[in-house]
């Protein structure tokens, strides 16, 4: 996945973020509402993230060197694993924490009380056309898959982080708009309480979705089963009967190491072998240009003998 169309994504969500965050916290100061709170600091949180993301992105474009010899492409790794910890701590659980309190206290909302009613839909236009952003970008690479195929096996991390974020924020003003609509309805503050956990509750299953499938990329992660069918392809050629076995690893999102063992004939001279690993690198390259770091240990395809 080009990392462009990543970057777009995030600029665009925190754009939108950074504008409805202080429209929020305007709205909060003025009718002490704990929904309009618990969305403040969710859009904060989320600001932050896009610029961690951001971060993580360029610091992995540095080039390798002698402590990290094959590059720092996992930074995006770790950056976006970080956000998942700040959506569960920052957003989601001050959102339970600040429910807890406006349950023990649910007073209604008792001055400038349409101002939260305009800022929420105003928030979710501005949501709807980051999250539109999100859904165009990541539809330039997501080919067949579904949704929930491109989210788990997606190796670049960044739109599938905006694409749950922004999700999460309109589910998130959506859970608002009724606590603070209810609560003006019936002067009852339970109400605006109970938007305030949904959103807590929602951040807190967006933010294990995202720890769960970083983790996974931070473990190390093979290529998926259509590039490596390409790979042990383009591997077998003039000089190498077939693969023996082969291995992949990301170490980052557009970076593959490959190392597999080649069967090569066992009458070829030290010279023929080299020449056809050579060749076999190039047919490789050719195949899955993302794979920039490639190991082949030629050997002999022995016959299993079967055990008496």
Do not use: C
Request: proline share 4%; charged share 20%.
């Amino acid at each position: 996945m080009a990392h462009g169309g990543g970057n777009k994504a995030i600029i665009a969500a925190l754009s939108a973020n950074l504008g409805i965050a202080v429209t929020k916290f305007v709205a909060f100061l003025l009718t002490s509402s704990s929904s309009m709170l618990a969305e403040a600091v969710h859009s904060v949180a989320d600001s932050g993230n896009q610029v961690l993301l951001l971060i993580g992105g360029r610091r992995a474009q540095r080039e390798a060197d002698e402590r990290h010899p094959f590059g720092y492409g996992r930074e995006r790794y770790v950056f976006a694993f970080v956000v998942s910890i700040v959506l569960f701590s920052l957003g989601g659980l001050f959102a339970l924490y600040e429910a807890y309190h406006k349950w023990q206290d649910p007073h209604p909302i008792e001055s400038w009380q349409w101002v939260p009613v305009v800022v929420l839909v105003v928030a979710i236009g501005l949501e709807g056309y980051s999250f539109r952003t999100a859904i165009h970008e990541s539809n330039l690479v997501r080919g067949k898959q579904s949704w929930l195929q491109f989210i788990r096996t997606a190796k670049a991390p960044e739109l599938p982080v905006v694409l749950l974020e922004d999700f999460g924020a309109l589910i998130g003003l959506v859970l608002a708009l009724v606590g603070v609509g209810m609560t003006l309805v019936t002067d009852n503050g339970v109400w605006d309480a109970a938007g305030t956990a949904g959103i807590g509750v929602l951040l807190v299953v967006i933010a294990v979705v995202l720890a769960v499938e970083t983790k996974s990329l931070l473990l190390g992660e093979a290529a998926s089963k259509d590039v490596v069918d390409r790979i042990r392809a383009a591997l077998v050629g003039e000089g190498v009967p077939s693969v023996i076995h082969l291995r992949t690893l990301h170490l980052g999102p557009e970076e593959l190491l490959v190392a597999a063992k080649i069967e090569v004939p066992a009458a070829e001279s030290a010279a023929d072998v080299a020449a056809a690993i050579d060749e076999a690198e190039q047919r490789v390259r050719a195949a899955v240009p993302i794979a920039r770091v490639i190991y082949l240990e030629p050997d002999l395809r022995r016959a299993v003998v079967p055990r008496s």
